[in-house]
């Protein structure tokens, strides 16, 4: 199909047509016959009809209007393929999904301005996703998979580590778009787990002590715990003892283990 107008700034398009990364997504995606897919930010339908002919069934969140129309045209006389013109923050994903078996696969070319914003709200339907296939920008993709002490490291390293397994895939260079990023991009598979990865008492607390010990990375633990509000001076100082967690540390050294250790201690606590 004729492309109708050039890709929008404003809503961060950069449209996919290497075939050979297309390629490499869909085998990372592991696709089946059986499979359901929640295909997020079809734009053109590139990767959409190299997926088509290998699903079961496919929904697709199109946030621009006009492609939005443009895909329900192309895919008119294919019943297993709809399409949904709206925001993917905003849609009811937990109906979109249905029924939890089989499980979704999710696959997307995910806008950088809401990347992390679209990683959380996938967060919150784990339980029917069975992989996600996303591309990222690389910086993102890197900040996912890093390890304490790294630079990278940070919220969404671990909150994203509690209830994934993260795999690096592959990068993709800007060559591959149209119109070229500005950056690298990357490939990341999401594979959800039953359990969390560690016992972390409270989910909610475990956030609260997360956020809290990366909100000043220059600062001390101590120092970022003391402005959360999970605890006082001295009580807060003796809880850190018991977790045998130094607090004169910073937030990006603590390890997975260490957050839930001191989550389970403050859920206590609440």
């Not at 499979?35 to 290998?54: H, N």
């Not at 709809?82 to 937990?94: H, K, P, W, Y």
């Not at 990865?197 to 409270?202: L, T």
Request: with cysteine; aromatic share 6%.
């Amino acid at each position: 199909m004729k492309d109708r107008r050039a890709p929008l700034k404003s809503l961060g398009q950069n449209f996919l047509v290497d075939g050979n990364i297309i390629d490499k997504i869909i085998r990372s995606a592991n696709l089946t016959a059986t499979d359901r897919v929640l295909e997020i930010g079809p734009g053109r339908g590139a990767l959409t009809r190299r997926m088509a002919g290998q699903t079961d069934r496919m929904v697709l969140v199109e946030y621009d209007h006009a492609l939005a129309a443009d895909l329900a045209e192309q895919f008119r006389d294919d019943q297993r393929i709809r399409v949904v013109d709206g925001d993917i923050l905003a849609v009811d994903l937990e109906a979109m999904l249905d029924a939890p078996t089989p499980k979704w696969k999710v696959v997307a070319n995910l806008p950088y301005n809401i990347s992390t914003e679209v990683l959380f709200r996938l967060l919150e339907v784990r339980d029917r996703v069975s992989r996600m296939v996303l591309m990222l920008q690389k910086e993102v993709g890197e900040r996912l998979a890093a390890s304490p002490g790294n630079a990278d490291y940070g919220v969404t390293t671990v909150l994203l580590g509690l209830w994934f397994d993260i795999r690096m895939e592959f990068v993709v260079p800007p060559g591959c778009f149209n119109p070229r990023p500005k950056v690298d991009s990357a490939v990341l598979s999401f594979v959800p787990l039953d359990q969390p990865r560690v016992e972390v008492g409270s989910e909610t607390t475990f956030r609260r002590v997360v956020k809290a010990s990366f909100a000043m990375r220059r600062k001390t633990l101590l120092n970022c715990l003391k402005s959360s509000g999970l605890a006082e001076g001295d009580q807060l100082l003796a809880i850190l003892e018991e977790c045998g967690i130094d607090g004169r540390r910073r937030g990006e050294t603590l390890t997975l283990e260490e957050f839930a250790r001191l989550s389970r201690r403050f859920s206590v606590e609440g």
